[in-house]
T-cell receptor
Framework: AQTVTQSQPEMSVQEAETVTLSCTYDTSESNYYLFWYKQPPSRQMILVIRQEAYKQQNATENRFSVNFQKAAKSFSLKISDSQLGDTAMYFC????????????FGTGTSLTVIP | KAGVTQTPRYLIKTRGQQVTLSCSPI?????VSWYQQTPGQGLQFLFE???????NKGNFPGRFSGRQFSNSRSEMNVSTLELGDSALYLC?????????????FGPGTRLLVL
């Protein structure tokens, strides 16, 4: 079974600074997909960034980038130039390439951006 | 394009009752998945439907069931509600089951069981 671990329940960062959220996962598969989702308070979950395991290049989306270390099974999210709107719960998610649309989520990291 | 919609947004039920939640996926999306989110257990996969067929099922008791209609809208039903069923129920849709497809989430239905 796949497991996803987020070891930082809460983090905070000063506005305009950079923060890195950690995620590790455990799988025996070689074909899979990794995601970071953001869930603002009382709002719906939205996709931040995705990474295909077969790609060596780390994904980037504007201020968001990942550090994907396949051998170490690590998938961290870096947020640059943090903004107040980045305050949210962040979930790391794993999707197998073999078992359809089932996502496995970590327990989340609550990020607070301090003005 | 409209996003994933879920109705109702909030529900209060009592133990022993049953409840039906509805999810309308993004237009053109054929895959719908359901998740239960609680503070203690986090996000847990319930089941996934594609073209009216259940494709995957999580580790939940038979009291949790679902279905998908020909227009891809999906419903989930929980019978004989228990206090522990209080949670945010999230629906997510994607275009197909292809590995690259991303799931897009609805706002959720918050269920409180008294």
């Amino acid at each position: 079974a796949q497991t996803v671990t987020q070891s930082q329940p809460e983090m905070s960062v000063q506005e305009a600074e950079t923060v890195t959220l950690s995620c590790t996962y455990d799988t025996s598969e070689s074909n899979y997909y990794l995601f970071w989702y953001k869930q603002p308070p009382s709002r719906q979950m939205i996709l931040v960034i995705r990474q295909e395991a077969y790609k060596q290049q780390n994904a980037t989306e504007n201020r968001f980038s990942v550090n994907f270390q396949k051998a170490a099974k690590s998938f961290s999210l870096k947020i640059s130039d943090s903004q107040l709107g980045d305050t949210a719960m962040y979930f790391c998610a794993f999707r197998s390439g073999n078992t359809g649309n089932q996502f496995y989520f970590g327990t989340g990291t609550s990020l607070t951006v301090i003005p | 394009k409209a996003g994933v919609t879920q109705t109702p947004r909030y529900l209060i039920k009592t133990r022993g009752q049953q409840v039906t939640l509805s999810c309308s996926p993004i237009s053109g999306h054929r895959s719908v998945s359901w998740y239960q989110q609680t503070p203690g257990q986090g996000l847990q996969f319930l089941f996934e439907y594609f073209s009216e067929t259940q494709r995957n099922k999580g580790n939940f008791p038979g009291r949790f069931s679902g279905r998908q209609f020909s227009n891809s809208r999906s419903e989930m039903n929980v019978s004989t509600l228990e206090l522990g069923d209080s949670a945010l129920y999230l629906c997510a849709s994607s275009f197909s089951q292809l590995e690259r497809e991303t799931q897009y989430f609805g706002p959720g239905t918050r269920l409180l069981v008294l």
